[in-house]
């Protein structure tokens, strides 16, 4: 099963990923920290509204020329006149209304007020409406307000446009609009515009008369423009704001036909109109946005916020400040331009566009749907006209700006009068909020950058420690389990210092042990040498005086014996002399081919019963060591090869590999048992069966052969060939480079 290796280094890096919750727990306390401003940014600004409405308490003067005493208003009867950045050219272009189009109105069927054929009968009535073509008359309306003026522009259609004859006194007998109002004074006054042709145009007062439309006198107060088009006729008028009050209504009069003497005066087709011109009474009205109130809320507000007054029908009265510009108090927070430096603009170029990922800029420019909105709708507005102060969160039309709005009432005489509104956008916290996350993301990013590297260089100094202990322990202990080196402990004093002081302590203890094993047969035939050269002498006294043939067979046996024991003493030593014997030993250059050959040549001789198949290298392979130890290397391991072979012929080997010349003897026979292939080198380990035992063998002489390789910096290993049944006994020895 595959199993991944982590490193010390590497889980220490896993581990600090955790630290990388450190900014998301930041962004949590901020983001707690805004919605805390956020409230403070809402009562803030309710009692900014508070303090502009307590301002406007109380002052039915503000309110008592306008609309706004009504207890209803209609749509299309009652009209709104919006402010209008510049004066209008008056030329029936309509040009100068483009920006505020949006808010004109249609006036059509359900704005009829007269019909040549109304009846009194319901269903004649309902015949006649159903008769109604938008391409008879109908039009688009719009009023506005700039200085002291209203203007007014009609987008007529008409399918027949019928002007005025030049000889016709009768100013009510061809296409026409009608303008009655109610002056500042009280006074019920009716105006008619009545073209003969397209062009200038001005008003006629109309007389006192009400059931004519008879004209008294010319008037210049109301001016305007037609222009014929081809879908019947533009009209802009201008007229004084002194010339009414609030009452006021439009008319106009549709006729199909031009004036026909044998006829007589007709009725008009259609009349459609704002209003009735006909009776003060029916007139509609106008509200236009008080001058007064702006003045004291441009007086009051804050640049921080948009202000609007509402009255009670949540018609706007008046409005000051832009939105787009109204940040909130926070904003000022944010005035200070941070100083130029490098940190700095490493911050702009670098830091800034990995933070602005998941951060969002506040938007520098928005659609504020109610720029130039004449009324006004929300659930705060509703508290406020009920009498309570309310607040409301929104978004902008194009969800690019969260914007606050609070409303509180304005009272008079204990009714409300209408509402002031306050509105922020939340750009000032956001801002704010952005620069608290860019400050603790540059404090998170530099402890993380630290933290890791620290983490990093710990980890590294910990894991190569501890590779160091590993390599000390592998270099202590050889293959075949010998110590060859100490392990220096460790002064540190933490726990891989004491684990070295652990593993020295062992190794030491380990070393001293294995020194008694290698040393132990040494001691043992020096100690074991004389008591057997005590036995032997004895029984060589005992064999001369001995006369009795059956004592003598016991005689021999014990002789015997003790022949062997010598033997096994000598063995013992053998090893033993031999290591001794390296140590003090010279190192010469010497050709190992000529060693072997004439080496090989006596094992011929000297194993006449066995078969040896040469296949040794002519080229002279030269080696540093000593020729005579070599010689006893290949004694030990021609004997050991000719013991366990089966009789087959012996193949002996010589060849140079690369740096190398590797020595070989195979024998065919049994196999060495796979658990002892990696044990056969060691000392007194002998794989020998009892059947092979005529000789005593202690596992001498392949530690010996190993013994005299490694003199040589050499390498001897033993290999079973399986399908050959044979045992290969591999040397390599270095060549030298003389």
């Known amino acids: 099963m595959f199993k991944f290796f982590l490193g010390l280094r590497f889980k220490l890096v896993l581990l600090s990923g955790f630290l990388f919750t450190i900014p998301w727990l930041g962004y949590q306390y901020v983001w707690e920290m805004e919605k805390f401003l956020r409230e403070g940014q809402e009562k803030t600004l309710t009692g900014t509204v508070s303090a502009l409405a307590t301002a406007l308490h ?50 059509s069927e359900q704005n009829i007020i007269e019909h040549n054929k109304l009846t009194e009968q319901p269903s004649d009535q309902q015949l006649l409406v159903q008769e109604y073509q938008s391409e008879d008359l109908s039009f688009i309306h719009l009023v506005g ?5 209203l203007y007014a522009y009609f987008e007529v259609t008409d399918n027949n446009v019928i002007y005025r004859p030049s000889n016709l006194l009768s100013v009510d007998q061809n296409d026409h609009l009608r303008i009655s109002v109610l002056t500042p004074s009280g006074e019920f006054e009716r105006f008619i515009i009545s073209p003969k042709q397209a ?56 006729y199909d036909a031009p004036f026909d003497e044998q006829k007589g005066n007709q009725a008009p087709k259609y009349v459609i109109g704002t209003a009735h011109t006909q009776t003060p009474d029916n007139l509609g009205s106008v ?34 400040g832009d939105l787009t510009q109204s940040h909130g108090i926070w904003s000022s927070q944010n005035k200070h331009p941070a100083p130029a430096s490098w940190w700095h603009t490493f911050e702009q170029q670098y830091l800034h566009p990995l933070y602005y990922r998941v951060l969002t800029r506040p938007p520098e420019s928005f659609v504020d749907q109610l720029y130039d909105s004449a009324q006004l709708e929300g659930k705060h507005i509703s508290h406020a006209l009920n009498g309570q102060t309310g607040s409301h969160w929104r978004l902008s039309s194009d969800n690019q700006a969260v914007i ?187 050709n190992l081919t000529d060693v072997v050959t004439g080496c090989m040549q006596g094992y011929q001789l000297a194993y006449r019963d066995t078969a040896f198949e040469l296949e ?61 292939k990696d044990r056969i080198f060691d000392s007194m380990v002998s794989v020998r069966s009892q059947n092979q035992q005529q000789q005593p063998h202690l596992g001498i002489g392949l530690y010996i052969a190993r013994m005299i390789t490694l003199f040589h910096e050499g390498a001897i290993s033993g290999t079973n060939n399986c399908e050959e049944n044979s045992v290969t006994i591999m040397v390599t020895l270095p060549l030298s480079s003389e």
Request: proline share 3%.
């Open 58 to 107: 109380e002052r039915p003067n503000l309110f008592n020329t306008k609309a706004s005493f009504l207890q209803q208003v209609e749509k299309g009867k009652d009209l709104y006149a919006y402010p209008i950045n510049s004066a209008i050219q008056l030329d029936g272009k309509l040009k100068d209304w483009n920006h505020y189009k949006k808010h004109a109105l249609m006036y």
């Open 145 to 149: 307000q700039y200085g002291n003026y």
């Open 199 to 254: 062009g200038w145009i001005n008003a006629y007062t109309l007389s006192d008369d009400r059931s004519r439309l008879l004209a008294a006198k010319f008037s210049n107060n109301i001016q305007g423009y037609w222009r014929q088009t081809d879908q019947g006729y533009n009209i802009e008028l201008r007229m004084p704001l002194s010339l009414f009050s609030h009452k006021l209504s439009f008319a106009i009069a549709d």
């Open 287 to 320: 509200l236009v946005p008080s001058p007064e109130i702006e003045r004291i809320i441009k007086g009051m507000a804050q640049s921080e916020s948009r202000i609007w007054v509402v009255d009670k029908h949540r018609r706007v009265l008046a409005s000051s």
């Open 404 to 590: 606050l709005s609070a409303a509180h009432p304005i009272w008079i005489d204990g009714q409300v009068m209408g509402a002031v509104i306050a509105e922020e956008t939340t750009n000032g916290i956001r801002t704010l909020r952005n620069k608290a996350l860019e400050k603790l993301f540059n404090v998170i990013l530099a402890v993380l950058c630290v933290g890791t590297l620290v983490l990093f260089l710990f980890a590294s100094r910990i894991s190569s420690r501890i590779r160091h202990l590993r390599d000390q322990a592998e270099q202590a202990i050889d293959a075949q389990g010998r110590i060859t080196d100490i392990i220096h402990a460790s002064k540190s004093h933490d726990e891989i210092g004491d684990l070295s002081r652990s593993f020295a302590s062992v190794v030491s203890r380990l070393g001293q042990y294995t020194h008694y094993l290698e040393n132990m047969s040494s001691r043992l035939s020096h100690e074991l040498r004389t008591p057997v050269a005590v036995v032997r002498s004895s029984l060589d006294n005992l064999a001369m005086n001995l006369k009795d043939s059956e004592n003598q067979k016991y005689m021999a046996r014990a002789q015997e014996g003790i022949s062997r024991l010598n033997t096994i003493l000598t063995n013992m030593s053998e090893a033993t002399r031999l290591e001794q014997t390296l140590k003090d030993s010279e190192r010469i250059p010497f």
């Open 616 to 676: 040794l290298t002519d080229q002279p392979l030269s080696v540093v060591g000593c020729p005579d130890y070599i010689a006893q290397l290949l004694d030990k391991l021609v004997a050991n090869a000719c013991d366990f072979s089966d009789n087959s012929p012996i193949e002996v080997t010589l060849f140079r590999q690369g740096n190398q010349a590797i020595f070989s003897i195979t024998n065919y026979g049994a196999q060495l048992p796979n658990e002892m």
